[in-house]
T-cell receptor, first 116, second 112 residues
């Protein structure tokens, strides 16, 4: 266990549905991340939050809407997704963005999303 | 953009053999890390090597870094079936604000 949990672990949704992914970290970290992992592609950074403030949006389509109510929780709200959005969505945390120490990230188990 | 690229893409070995995986990157880095991912799971941090280090050990893992060649290798000695997983290198660059750049990963299969 890495101290980062994600729910649900699996999600099937239609293109007109609205759903949310949840991530929670119990490590006392202040930075949280959303990544998308598709087959045979490098891990794609989507969003970064540092002390609840978004510091990076990596040109992610607006059908993905992140929310970070506090440093321990991160959500990814999904609406009108496309089949190509099917992927494993990984949440990660780290001490903080710009920390002077080595930047090790701690990952959750991921949510496997299938868009029909 | 800077990106770690692992080599080979897939590796199959017999239990007990050593596994060597390589990673190359394009620009200056602060640190290079290796992560492991079991099928359908999240990534787990294995080892970090700083840009001013050349070699590091952790249990059965040995990592080397050659900044002149912009490359790193991960050696797993005396492999076990449980080492079967995908392995990723990740780099963070000066001024990248903690952003990690991952490669596509290497799929390691260890046959019992």
């Amino acid at each position: 266990e890495t101290g980062v949990t994600q729910t649900p672990r699996h999600l099937v949704m239609g293109m007109t549905n609205k759903k949310s992914l949840k991530c929670e970290q119990h490590l006392g970290h202040n930075a949280m991340y959303w990544y998308k992992q598709s087959a045979k592609k490098p891990l794609e950074l989507m969003f970064v939050y540092n002390f609840k403030e978004q510091t990076e949006n990596n040109s992610v389509p607006s059908r993905f809407s992140p929310e970070c109510p506090n440093s321990s929780h991160l959500f990814l709200h999904l609406h009108t997704l496309q089949p190509e959005d099917s992927a494993l969505y990984l949440c990660a945390s780290s001490p903080q963005v710009g920390w002077t120490g080595p930047e090790t990230q701690y990952f959750g188990p991921g949510t496997r999303l299938l868009v029909l | 953009s800077q990106q770690g690229e692992e080599d080979p893409q897939a590796l199959s070995i017999q239990e007990g053999e050593n596994a060597t995986m390589n990673c190359s990157y394009k620009t200056s880095i602060n640190n290079l890390q290796w992560y492991r991912q079991n099928s359908g799971r999240g990534l787990v941090h294995l080892i970090l090597i700083r840009s001013n280090e050349r070699e590091k050990h952790s249990g059965r893992l040995r990592v080397t870094l050659d900044t002149s060649k912009k490359s790193s290798s991960l050696l797993i000695t005396a492999s076990r079936a449980a080492d079967t997983a995908s392995y990723f290198c990740a780099t963070d660059a000066p001024g990248a604000n903690s952003k990690l750049t991952f490669g596509k990963g290497i799929t390691l299969s260890v046959r019992p």
